[in-house]
């Protein structure tokens, strides 16, 4: 209970649990740059007339994006929930009681 | 052992009490008649879709009825009721003063809850519950739709009037010992929704009068044949009502901020924390309203500030949830019904607000908005995250309300079927809007794909449904013959629970 | 309590995320928000319950739109009622139809094929029934000039969906030998809708159909909506405001034939051929 950051195992689980959604996000970013970029060379030769705005496809691609964010998110926020649940039931064996914070709501 | 109320009491005598415990009583009794009232006018609409055509419901009139009741009556006569009885339960004894500041307000804003609820049951309004004029001036029949205008006056001023009288317990009523930083969450949730209530209800009575009047003919604010501007309203009523969401949600937050840290054996995590993210979700609330109306044809400007507000407000919601893992993280959990209930709200909690920020990213609303998309999203977090705490609360209350136990097993069982209920219903509901259908529709055009995930949505309702009977069921018969309460813990988990001589009255 | 730290790179982290989802938000929305300057425009009105477009050439068409792929339409939405929101789920086309403003909102179709047009804000008691058929047609072949191909498409589409307008409201080649009218304010639930709401003809003959309201309203045959025989023995399609059209007895059996208003359904009304 001691205000200064120790790296104990769970501050280091909480840590990577944290940047995860970060690294994935870069890293799509990353992907669909990539993809943006060999669009672009493949084209550069040829002076490419305006393309059209084809709003279905801008709103639908920006759906995707998002979504995948949502998933990586979602996917650590209920993964970090359920394995709470299961490591820190009262029946797991691995739990002992901590006496220094029980009762502490008297 | 267990103190029951020391004698019987005739029933006029809790009617008529103006005692907080008794009080909180009666708001919950009709908070729960209200719920299961339009619990079935829920399973009469979905029953509707489970194929297209015609199916339970006489008429496309019949059916605009009864999802307009079925939404006032959900929002404003189950979800705020259910919370101000628990806070009538429980804020006197979280600042330890003898009742309410003032009693008889309270029975008065209490009394007015029925008055409000009979005027909009007996109208049965066909306006929809948001009732956006013209529709609600030049078409809606009268006297329904009058009639559900008075009711959500009443409901309105009911609610500003409990609202001051838990300011005015907190803030002067609080024991002189007990600091303002050291009162439960809960009661911090209490003031900081009784706050935007005061601030935001006004502009909704304001905009209900108006809608009156245009309704009589005698001003045309909302009416364009007078000269009058329909968006308007919008504005008016969004500004009410998207703190309302927050009002509806953060009571639920601070239930849950009770119950996560008793269950887990474990302190809060951070209390500066959850204070500090009412108070900033209580501001930022206010800035966000009208991303309801991305798609009435706002400039782009507007679009891109009601955006960023909306999405200022979901960090101070992500440090709930992050509070209440790190809380749950390294405890010893008790998984007893009302820490499952619990659970099961921040998960879906966690969905519902990823909806959100999809509705709110610009160009995405064109996807989501008025489909099934939306009808899913806020139902996952008022039926998924908030009705769901409601309810894990109401079993956690209820050795204090009754001196008995209800039945754990039962309790369980009701748990895993709303929640399994729960999300399939809902979380269909959102690609069932991605696939383009509307809201409000009596019937569909024969898509196969609406038609499956219409029937897995029905099907997930009924199964909401049959949970929420087997709590009813199990209350009843445990108030009447449950097992007699440990009441100094009736959990067996070791921490404290409310002070149950509170349920003598002191008068 | 602690561990503040963690809870501030929790936060920044969030803060992170949801600045990457407003900016790249924000700036599809700018790519979509604008439309083209060689826009063309049509004009959409929304009543209760079915839409109505008006293309730059004058054609009109009732609850079906003819497009071009690949060409860029604006659309101007009005409202002669209550809001509705005009809606294409498969091009993402959403915008409230408000009375009292003009709505503006663009597409450019690029899939040819039959679409669904539906209403998505309540709108009344046929709010579920308020959709139309979007047409999204190739440029016709041949033309090497696109956009006069798309003249020559559009105005040959429209003037197929006008004509059924046209040809009822054109004036009645014999004389009608009833006059069924529809007066003014029928189109509200409870006043009267036909005048007179049940009339008597001998086969053969020709009844005059006026609209004498402010909305449009039909006279077809059936009970109601729900009739699996509705429109199949006459059927006067949309008859606008002020319009007339005309109902031809000559193939009907000798009975009694209820009639209604299918874009009013509460509207009803009989008639005996005998």
């Known amino acids: 209970m001691s205000s200064s950051i120790k790296l104990t195992n769970a501050n280091k689980w909480l840590l990577i649990i944290i940047f995860a959604p970060v690294l994935s996000v870069s890293f799509t970013s990353f992907i669909f740059n990539l993809e943006q970029t060999a669009v672009a060379q493949e084209s550069a030769g040829v002076t490419p007339p305006e393309e059209p705005v084809i709003r279905r496809v801008e709103i639908w691609g920006l759906f995707y994006r998002l979504m995948v964010i949502a998933f990586v998110v979602g996917a650590v926020v209920q993964g970090t929930i359920i394995y709470i649940c299961l490591r820190f039931r009262e029946s797991n064996k691995k739990n002992q009681p901590r006496e220094s914070w029980e009762g502490m709501h008297r | 052992?267990?103190?029951?109320?020391?004698?019987?009491?005739?029933?006029?005598?809790?009617?008529?009490?103006?005692?907080?415990?008794?009080?909180?009583?009666?708001?919950?009794?009709?908070?729960?008649?209200?719920?299961?009232?339009?619990?079935?006018?829920?399973?009469?609409?979905?029953?509707?879709?489970?194929?297209?055509?015609?199916?339970?419901?006489?008429?496309?009139?019949?059916?605009?009825?009864?999802?307009?009741v079925h939404g006032t009556t959900m929002l404003l006569l189950w979800v705020l009721p259910f919370s101000a009885g628990v806070g009538n339960y429980l804020i006197p004894i979280m600042v330890r003063y003898k009742d309410m500041a003032w009693p008889k307000l309270n029975a008065v804003a209490f009394w007015m809850i029925p008055v409000a609820g009979a005027l909009i049951w007996i109208g049965f309004s066909d306006t929809g519950w948001t009732a956006y004029p013209p529709y609600s001036i030049i078409r809606a029949p009268g006297p329904a739709a009058d009639m559900w205008i008075f009711g959500a006056k009443i409901l309105g001023i009911s609610s500003v009037l409990g609202a001051i009288n838990f300011v005015v317990t907190i803030l002067k009523m609080k024991h002189p010992d007990l600091p303002l930083m050291k009162i439960s969450l809960f009661a911090w949730a209490t003031l900081t929704t009784s706050f935007m209530i005061m601030v935001s209800l006004p502009t909704f009575a304001a905009a209900l009068i108006m809608l009156y009047t245009d309704r009589l003919g005698v001003s045309g604010f909302f009416n364009p044949a007078m000269g009058g501007d329909p968006i308007a309203y919008q504005h008016l009523f969004w500004f009410t009502f998207h703190p309302e969401v927050y009002?509806?949600?953060?009571?639920?937050?601070?239930?849950?901020?009770?119950?996560?840290?008793?269950?887990?054996?474990?302190?809060?995590?951070?209390?500066?924390?959850?204070?500090?993210?009412?108070?900033?979700?209580?501001?930022?609330?206010?800035?966000?309203?009208?991303?309801?109306?991305?798609?009435?044809?706002?400039?782009?400007?507007?679009k891109t500030v009601f955006m960023v507000g909306t999405l200022a407000a979901v960090p101070a919601s992500a440090m709930h949830v992050f509070n209440w893992i790190a809380t749950m993280w390294g405890g010893r959990i008790k998984f007893a019904a009302p820490m499952m209930f619990g659970v099961g709200g921040i998960m879906l909690f966690f969905a519902s607000g990823a909806g959100g920020v999809v509705n709110t990213a610009l160009p995405l609303d064109f996807i989501t908005h008025d489909s099934y998309w939306v009808v899913g999203h806020f139902h996952l977090i008022l039926m998924g995250t908030v009705s769901l705490t409601l309810t894990g609360f109401l079993y956690y209350l209820f050795p204090l309300m009754t001196g008995r136990m209800y039945n754990e097993r039962a309790a369980k069982v009701h748990f895993v079927l709303a929640f399994v209920g729960v999300i399939l219903v809902f979380i269909t509901q959102h690609v069932l809007g991605l696939y383009g259908m509307p809201r409000r529709y009596f019937d569909y055009v024969p898509i196969p794909e609406w038609i499956a995930m219409n029937q897995i949505a029905t099907v997930g309702a009924w199964i909401v449904g049959l949970s929420y009977v087997l709590m009813l069921v199990n209350l009843i018969k445990s108030a009447v013959s449950g097992k007699h309460a440990d009441m100094n813990d009736p959990f067996k988990i070791g921490e404290e629970y409310y002070d149950y001589t509170r349920r003598e009255p002191h008068h | 309590?602690?561990?503040?730290?963690?809870?501030?790179?929790y936060v920044g982290v969030v803060i992170s995320l949801l600045t990457y989802v407003g900016a790249e938000s924000w700036n599809v929305e700018r790519i979509v928000e604008h439309a083209p300057a060689d826009a063309k425009t049509i004009k959409v009105t929304g009543q209760q319950w079915f839409w109505t477009f008006e293309h730059e050439?004058?054609?009109?068409?009732?609850?079906?739109?003819?497009?071009?792929?690949?060409?860029?339409?604006?659309?101007?939405?009005?409202?002669?009622d209550v809001i509705h929101s005009f809606n294409i789920p498969d091009y993402t086309v959403l915008l409230d139809v408000v009375p009292g403003r003009v709505n503006t909102i663009w597409n450019l179709f690029d899939m040819t094929g039959e679409y669904l047009i539906q209403c998505r804000e309540y709108c009344g008691m046929l709010h579920y029934n308020m959709k139309a058929k979007l047409f999204v047609e190739e440029p016709s072949a041949g033309t090497e000039q696109a956009s006069s191909a798309q003249d020559a498409s559009v105005g040959g589409s429209a003037t197929e969906g006008a004509s059924n307008n046209t040809g009822a409201s054109a004036p009645a080649a014999t004389t009608a030998a009833a006059t069924l009218k529809i007066p003014q304010g029928a189109s509200v639930q409870g006043n009267p809708s036909y005048d007179p709401d049940s009339l008597t003809v001998k086969v053969g003959d020709t009844i005059a159909v006026d609209n004498e309201d402010s909305a449009p309203h039909t006279v077809t045959n059936g009970k109601d909506a729900t009739d699996p025989n509705m429109g199949k023995l006459f059927d006067t399609s949309i008859i606008n405001a002020g319009d007339s059209s005309e109902i031809v007895t000559a193939d009907l059996q000798p009975g009694e034939y209820p009639f209604f208003c299918s874009v009013h359904p509460y509207m009803t009304g009989s008639m005996t051929v005998q």
């Open chain 2, 1 to 68: 052992m267990v103190l029951e109320v020391k004698r019987p009491r005739p029933m006029w005598e809790i009617l008529f009490s103006t005692h907080h415990t008794d009080i909180g009583l009666l708001y919950i009794f009709t908070s729960l008649a209200f719920l299961f009232l339009a619990g079935a006018l829920a399973m009469a609409i979905r029953t509707e879709l489970f194929l297209p055509g015609l199916q339970v419901i006489p008429d496309s009139n019949t059916f605009s009825r009864i999802f307009t």
């Open chain 2, 247 to 302: 009002i509806f949600l953060i009571p639920a937050v601070g239930m849950l901020y009770e119950m996560i840290p008793k269950f887990s054996r474990k302190p809060i995590f951070s209390y500066q924390s959850g204070v500090t993210a009412f108070v900033l979700l209580s501001i930022i609330g206010f800035a966000s309203w009208a991303h309801h109306m991305l798609a009435t044809g706002m400039s782009f400007t507007e």
């Open chain 3, 1 to 9: 309590m602690g561990h503040a730290t963690m809870e501030w790179v």
């Open chain 3, 57 to 80: 050439d004058g054609k009109q068409e009732v609850g079906e739109l003819h497009v071009t792929k690949g060409v860029p339409y604006k659309f101007e939405l009005v409202s002669m």
